[in-house]
Nanobody, 127 residues
């Protein structure tokens, strides 16, 4: 079955860049749409961005639009989140997720629409 492992988190200064990687194991990765979420202590998990199965559409949450970029490698076994011009409010634990229901609009970038989750990687942005 599909398993996801995030990497690339760490500490970065505001205005800097970071790239998160989600590596999948399991041979049905290319049957899922994918997304990145983040969560801070005491808060709900929120969507950062999502990409459809074949990469035809990518959706970004407003707080990261224009700064973060999602992409998948050609084998579609790796999902990236390029984070540019980061801000202290981007500090959170970031999770990679895969879903099989529906991702056809930004409003569907919800945790409930995703079935498989990684364990997360921590990002800390200092001012």
């Amino acid at each position: 079955h599909l398993q996801l492992v995030e990497s690339g988190g760490g500490s970065v200064q505001a205005g800097g860049s970071l790239r998160l990687t989600c590596t999948a194991s399991g041979n049905i990765f290319d049957s899922y749409y994918m997304g990145w979420f983040r969560q801070t202590p005491g808060a709900e998990r929120e969507g950062v961005g999502g990409i459809t199965i074949r990469g035809g559409a990518i959706y970004y949450a407003d707080p990261v639009k224009g700064r973060f970029t999602l992409s998948r490698d050609k084998t579609r076994t790796i999902l990236y989140l390029n984070m540019n011009n980061v801000r202290p409010e981007d500090t959170a634990k970031y999770y990679c997720a895969a879903g099989s229901a529906s991702l056809s609009r930004l409003s569907e970038l919800l945790p409930a629409n995703f079935d498989v989750w990684g364990r997360g990687t921590q990002v800390v942005v200092s001012s």
